[in-house]
């Protein structure tokens, strides 16, 4: 039995991961942007706890961390808010995992969401800046390639952390369309096992990128350290906080 963080879990694919991970017998503590946001009022009774902050804010991703930690030491942290498009694009989709990351009691696994899309990503470390993204938007593509880069960079920098990304497909969520062609159960399978089957099942421990338990190749970027590098440090440049 593990205890799981699921990020964005009010709706779709989070709350598909938070039901059959409650189901397996998982201690499984739900994220929600606000109480409003959490349609299934049932789902109270299937999890541990019920944690809500708006991780499109700097501040209210900071407490979310803080009472994260107060539930104690999380076996696994599943990723998964994010949003397709407007000026909370970069905030939900790479700067609130890394804060996460950050501020939180390291947990043994974490697993971030990306998308197919990333590899359309832009690696140009130039174009890089979250604050201009904050005003004016940013790209979803690059936001699932930052991600993506940001998983493999924690698998390198921490050792003992099993990081992954997942491409949990075009499923048929909110997010993705009623007429979305992969399946609902896929999704949120891979990020399932990723988070409680024995380590020695998964291969490679850490650092890939992943599609329905198999593992794809990623952009290149992604595992660039130089990429990387400069992903960290615009990512701690722009929210004042740095990995332990």
Known sequence: MSLILVTGASSG?????????????????LHARNPERLYRKDVH?????????????????VHLAKQANDLGSFDAVIHNAGVLRGT??????????YVLTALMTPPSRSIFLSSS??????ADVAALDF???????????DSKLYVTALAMALSTKYPQLM?????????????????????????????????TAEPDS??????????HRQVQKAHRAAADPGFQDVLLQKLED???????
């Open 13 to 29: 694919l989070g709350l598909e991961t938070v039901n059959a991970l409650a189901e397996a017998g998982h201690d499984v503590v």
């Open 45 to 61: 009774g299937r999890v541990e706890h019920v944690l809500f902050g708006d991780l499109g804010s700097l501040d209210e991703t």
């Open 88 to 97: 909370e694009v970069m905030a939900v989709n790479v700067v609130s995992p």
């Open 117 to 122: 899309m990333h590899l359309s990503g832009s």
């Open 131 to 141: 604050a201009r993204a904050s005003q004016h938007g940013g790209s979803y593509e």
């Open 163 to 195: 990081a992954h990304a997942v491409d949990p497909g075009w499923v048929p969520t909110r997010m993705g369309g009623s007429g979305a062609p992969d399946s609902l159960v896929e999704g949120h399978r891979t990020q399932e096992w990723l988070a």
């Open 202 to 211: 998964i291969e490679p421990r850490s650092g890939s990128y992943w599609y």
């Open 238 to 244: 722009y929210t004042g906080i740095a990995l332990p």
